[in-house]
T-cell receptor
Framework: KAGVTQTPRYLIKTRGQQVTLSCSPI?????VSWYQQTPGQGLQFLFE???????NKGNFPGRFSGRQFSNSRSEMNVSTLELGDSALYLC????????????FGPGTRLTVL | AQSVTQLDSQVPVFEEAPVELRCNYS??????LFWYVQYPNQGLQLLLK??????LVKGINGFEAEFNKSQTSFHLRKPSVHISDTAEYFC????????????????FGAGTQVVVTP
């Protein structure tokens, strides 16, 4: 079974630009969660999508948004990039029930200059 | 809301020695508990999880953890480590069904870096 894939793996952007990251979950999984990982703040939950609906959201500004398509693939968008948005962005897929294991992708390393 | 405290930021250990990584959590509701490992430049991989039942949980690569409800702890142990166990380890919790922020959200600790030397 193929794992979670994320594209691109690396991105370099400048302040003020916007970026879109993509995540393809494991086949059959309907839940996709997104996390931001930084040295200072650690791993922080951004949001979770299930069957094209956002079910949960973390404490991030509205510049961070996402969506999920009918094939469960998910995208995350960050608008008006700031230097502090530089991070490793991880997505995780799961079947969608409580306590289900989340399977993580390798992440997208975003650098904002 | 939940919070997770990993008491050691870094743990040096010699090869073939035992290791214990400590994790304490705080939550107003019942939780599920997880340990993940992250190797350099990779995503997170599940080592083990506690959902219910026996408080001693066995995972992959010889790791095990014990859930202690009274002490709100979920410490991870391995009796004999290898060089390949050098990585960062994360303890995480998620709220059980019925809470508003339970869906798809893992609350992670700050991580413990394990460095295994020969």
């Amino acid at each position: 079974k193929a794992g979670v894939t994320q594209t691109p793996r690396y991105l370099i952007k400048t302040r003020g630009q916007q970026v879109t990251l993509s995540c393809s979950p494991i086949s059959g999984h309907r839940s996709v969660s997104w996390y931001q990982q930084t040295p200072g703040q650690g791993l922080q939950f951004l949001f979770e999508y299930f069957s094209e609906t956002q079910r949960n959201k973390g404490n991030f500004p509205g510049r961070f948004s996402g969506r999920q398509f009918s094939n469960s693939r998910s995208e995350m968008n960050v608008s008006t990039l700031e230097l502090g948005d530089s991070a490793l962005y991880l997505c995780a897929s799961a079947r969608g029930g409580q306590g289900d294991t989340q399977y993580f992708g390798p992440g997208t390393r975003l650098t904002v200059l | 809301a939940q919070s997770v405290t990993q008491l050691d930021s870094q743990v040096p250990v010699f090869e073939e020695a035992p290791v214990e990584l400590r994790c304490n959590y705080s939550s107003s509701v019942s939780v599920y508990l997880f340990w993940y490992v992250q190797y350099p430049n990779q995503g997170l991989q599940l080592l083990l999880k506690y959902l219910s039942g026996s408080t001693l949980v066995k995972g992959i690569n010889g790791f095990e953890a014990e859930f202690n409800k009274s002490q709100t702890s979920f410490h991870l142990r391995k009796p004999s480590v290898h060089i390949s166990d050098t990585a960062e380890y994360f303890c995480a919790v998620s709220a059980r069904l019925g809470t508003t922020d339970s869906w798809g959200k893992l609350q992670f600790g700050a991580g413990t870096q394990v460095v295994v030397t020969p």
